[in-house]
């Protein structure tokens, strides 16, 4: 089924986009979210009517997603974790660890742009990537530390 996106998602396109889906897919998910409309001749038509605003939207989301990355580009946050006595992590260090410290540090990043493939489960300093849009992506440094116990 041809859907044209009302907004951007990662795994489809940009907004304004006409994509091939399945039909499960555009039904259960995109429509009901308002992510997506089906692309009949009359919503081809004022797609192209609303292509300039369209355009700029995704310039101005692309130019915010890159100054965002400008700010943050150079942050390091740091997790406390428990450790065994043989130096291994009690638990490990996961997507929302890493937001939940973004955030505390005064940058809300969703968890679904935090690209860790795996926990992170040993002591030590690690490079996170972080996706703020399709085209930008910056490298957040994330240390694990042991936690102090009194």
């Known amino acids: 089924m041809k859907v044209i996106l009302q907004e951007s998602l990662d795994n489809l396109g940009m907004i304004g ?4 889906v399945k039909d499960g897919y555009a039904r259960n998910y995109l429509f009901p979210q308002k992510k997506a409309v089906i692309a009949t001749p009359d919503e081809l038509r004022r797609l192209e009517f609303r292509r300039d605003k369209i355009d700029k939207l995704k310039v101005a989301e692309l130019e915010a997603a890159r100054q965002f990355a400008e700010r943050i580009k150079e942050i390091s946050v740091t997790k406390s974790m428990r450790v065994s006595e043989e ?26 742009q935090v690209l860790l493939s795996e926990p992170i489960k040993a002591l030590g300093s690690f490079t996170v990537p972080v996706r703020l849009h399709p085209e930008v992506t910056v490298d957040i440094k994330v240390s694990v530390v042991e936690e102090k116990t009194e």
């Open 87 to 112: 130096g291994s992590l009690y638990g490990s260090v996961g997507i929302s660890d890493i937001a939940e410290l973004l955030k505390a540090a005064g940058h809300e990043i969703d968890k679904k």
């Open 17 to 20: 986009d006409v994509v091939n």
